[in-house]
């Protein structure tokens, strides 16, 4: 879901929607780490942290599929054998 939600939040720009129960009135929020900060100064703070980096380089690869699991479980691609020529 956040893989999908960093493909989405490029595309939209649309400020978040004041909620009083979030810190900063959840209106300083980091999409990597899922965090709320209080203000600007500390979000900006927490995107030079190394957990914040290394957060960020996990959620560039792309997300398993049913596909790779399969082909670690052993059961491979499906082979219907040789094409035949038809006449």
């Known amino acids: 879901m956040v893989y999908d939600g960093l493909n989405k939040a490029y595309e939209q720009t649309k400020p978040l929607p004041p909620d009083q129960d979030l ?18 100064a500390v979000r900006d ?3 030079k942290t190394k957990r914040h980096r290394r957060r960020v ?31």
């Not at 491979?76 to 020529?85: A, F, I, R, S, T």
């Open 23 to 40: 810190p900063g009135m959840g209106q300083f929020y980091c999409l990597h780490c899922d965090r709320y900060f209080n203000n600007a």
């Open 45 to 47: 703070d927490h995107f």
């Open 57 to 87: 380089k996990l959620l560039m690869e792309a997300p398993h599929t049913q596909l790779d699991a399969d082909l670690a479980a052993g059961m491979g691609m499906p082979d219907n054998g040789p094409k035949l020529m038809s006449f």
